[in-house]
């Protein structure tokens, strides 16, 4: 191939690769395999390599991490990376919306919105379309030159795409690096493997990783750039309008920016995102509110760091720092001995915390953990709030190391574990007041038969009074019996009892959950429901019925297996069917319109939990499951789907539908 056929090649080459690069890393798209990818690249290379003189800023083999660098070079900025003042109440924004009208000479004004990435703030500076330059925040004034390691991130442009002004003179955008959840806690994963120091947060680690001067180990982990900011004279007359030129530059966003005009809806927006937030890919604390007109925004001015016409309203703090009371351990309905720190209270996500588990013995050593530190504390959702890590800087001396115990705290019992290589420490005597009373809440708990008036100082009472001894016995219970404890008078006993005989014929997965099974979780049980259609058929299944059990593996078989030969458990069992409890069997609707169809959901479905929609699922003749195989027919994608899930159904040659597609087949 002659110079001037090699150039053209090499032209194609480049346009084809980044026009893959931006589809995959920007739009999650796959215009083609990775491999074929790969064997593009591989040409370019050996096409760049045999011309030097082809190789060009933009060309997507520049993307290859060099030699590890020797330090980094400061950057001014152009214009200062401010940053923004925080707001932490719905009567904040309100009365920022107030003075800024007030200052506009009360001009009607619209709000710009987008949620606050937790990550790393840098800049991206192009000249003529092609990245010249990639730096970190810094001190807002002055950062460090980080090109090299920028270059390595795919969702990061070396040449911006159309429109065709921002292809003249210097362009700069500001963003966000972040790694999303899934990658980090696999990263977190792989280093405690090979014992090296695990990562706090995604933040850190993105933050740490940018950093690095080895652009090898940067390219080894999957970082993302979300674009939120340009400059560029004359085409940023509004936020909104700056995002729409960011995407046609080739850039991501969010995808959750959203213009309002009133501030009510602006607030409930940032609600239904503190509810569903879980479910993003990535970790965010709150939003960024604008002013959405630029001119606007930039006549208000700048206050110290921050500008007037921005705030970042801050979802309720998830980590806090408190001191450790006491430890002791507490024992769970499978034996599980968790140690558990008393706290001095702290509000954390909007709620008084003075208890953390500290998830068992091997973690508090690793941890280093002793009464008296003062230590940070994390709850994120529903989740039971942990103690991440202590602050031994703090330290005084007075701080003392737990002894874990070697017997049971609540029955005596020596204390084992079940396996060599299991962290948790059990109490094994199923005769354990603990374990017996923390079995019975189970049982009545919401996500089990869901028996009102069953909470833990109920049980307590009914244990303490000999009048239960295990859940079937609650079926047994008598108004009077009931009655006759002082925690009860005539209307609060009536209730317990009817709500006990409302559930006589439970559904088959919420008794199977109910049991306690070890290893059982609520999806597993609506799995062996789904399989086996009755517990008499559950109970006799061998192990090798078992294993035929999608996302059941031999660890969750053999304790299945085990629970139902197990003589207290087969009496407890009689007990039930003698007091006339009989969970229902799973009749498959035969002719639904649903029939010989297969689901599995992800994320939040609107106006129905996703049991609810399963169960309609079942009654219109089809099958929930609840992971991706073979046989799945739809992935309904609910909220944000993680990448196991989407390579499995592209694998599987599952269609991908929306929670509105799915509806529709319900109806």
């Not at 078989?557 to 409890?581: H, M």
């Amino acid at each position: 191939m002659n110079k001037q056929s090699s150039a053209k090649r090499a032209e194609k080459l480049r346009e084809l690769i980044n026009d893959y690069r931006y589809h995959y890393h920007v739009l999650d798209e796959s215009t083609m395999s990775e491999a074929a990818a790969d064997s593009l690249k591989h040409e370019l290379a050996e096409l760049e390599a045999e011309h030097p003189e082809l190789v060009t800023p933009d060309s997507p083999t520049q993307t290859i991490p060099g030699e590890v660098a020797k330090g980094f070079k400061k950057v001014q900025h152009a214009t200062r990376m401010l940053s923004l003042n925080d707001v932490f109440e719905r009567s904040d924004i309100e009365a920022w919306v107030k003075r800024i009208e007030k200052l506009m000479g009360g001009k009607e004004l619209e709000f710009f919105s987008d949620i606050k990435l937790d990550g790393l703030a840098c800049s991206l500076v192009y000249e003529d379309g092609i990245l010249v330059r990639g730096a970190t925040r810094g001190d807002s004034f002055v950062g460090e030159d980080v090109t090299s390691n920028i270059k390595t991130i795919g969702s990061v442009p070396l040449k911006l795409k159309a429109p065709e002004e921002f292809l003249k003179g210097r362009t700069e955008v500001r963003g966000e690096i972040v790694i999303f959840k899934e990658a980090f806690n696999k990263l977190n994963k792989d280093l405690e493997k090979r014992g090296e120091k695990v990562y706090a947060n995604p933040r850190n680690l993105a933050a740490g990783t940018i950093r690095q001067l080895d652009p090898k180990l940067v390219a080894s982990r999957p970082l993302t750039f979300f674009a939120y900011d340009l400059i560029h004279d004359g085409f940023d007359t509004s936020h909104d309008k700056v995002y729409k030129n960011l995407k046609s530059l080739g850039l991501r966003t969010s995808g959750l920016e959203q213009v309002f005009k009133d501030v009510d809806d602006l607030e409930k927006y940032i609600e239904v995102w503190n509810q569903k937030r879980e479910e993003l890919k990535f970790n965010t604390d709150g939003f960024v509110i604008k002013v959405n007109d630029r001119e606007a925004y930039r006549d208000l001015g700048v206050v110290g760091k921050a500008p007037r016409g921005a705030v970042a309203f801050k979802y309720p703090a998830e980590q806090g720092t408190t001191k450790i009371k006491d430890i002791f351990v507490s024992i769970g309905r499978t034996g599980a001995a968790t140690p558990v720190a008393i706290l001095e209270p702290v509000n954390l996500a909007g709620s008084t915390v003075s208890m953390a588990t500290l998830h068992n013995a091997s973690e508090i050593e690793r941890k280093d953990v002793r009464v008296g530190d003062t230590v940070i504390v994390e709850k994120a959702g529903d989740i039971i709030p942990a103690v991440i890590r202590s602050l031994v800087e703090l330290r005084t001396g007075v701080e003392k190391k737990f002894a874990f115990p070697a017997k049971c705290p609540e029955c005596g019992t020596k204390l084992i574990k079940f396996k060599e290589d299991e962290a948790v420490w059990r109490c094994p005597n199923n005769s354990c007041p603990a374990r017996v009373s923390r079995r019975i809440q189970h049982f009545a708990s919401r996500a089990a038969m869901d028996i009102d008036g069953l909470g833990e100082k109920n049980v307590e009472a009914l244990l303490d009074s000999e009048l239960i001894k295990d859940p079937a016995d609650l079926y047994s219970l008598t108004f009077k019996q009931v009655l006759s404890l002082e925690r009860f008078a005539e209307i609060s006993a009536q209730k317990l009892i009817d709500s006990i005989a409302r559930k006589k014929q439970p559904t088959l997965p919420k008794f199977i959950f109910a049991l306690g099974i070890r290893q059982v979780g609520a999806q597993t049980a609506i799995d062996l429901a789904e399989k086996f259609k009755s517990l008499e058929n559950l109970s006799l299944a061998s192990l090798e019925d078992l294993l035929e059990v999608e996302g059941i593996g031999e660890v969750v078989a053999e304790s299945i297996f085990t629970w139902f030969r197990e003589l207290e458990n087969i009496e407890l069992l009689d007990k039930f069917k003698e007091l006339g409890v009989q969970p229902e069997e799973v009749n498959q609707v035969s002719g639904g319109k649903l029939e010989g169809l297969s689901f599995v959901i992800t994320g939040s479905i609107t106006g129905m939990s996703r049991e609810e929609a399963a169960d309609r699922i079942r009654e219109l003749g089809g099958t929930f499951q609840s992971s991706v195989g073979k046989g799945t027919t739809y992935l309904v994608a609910g909220g944000s789907v993680g990448e196991s899930k989407l390579k499995k159904a592209e694998k599987f040659g599952t269609r991908i539908i929306d929670e509105n597609e799915l509806l529709e087949l319900l109806s």
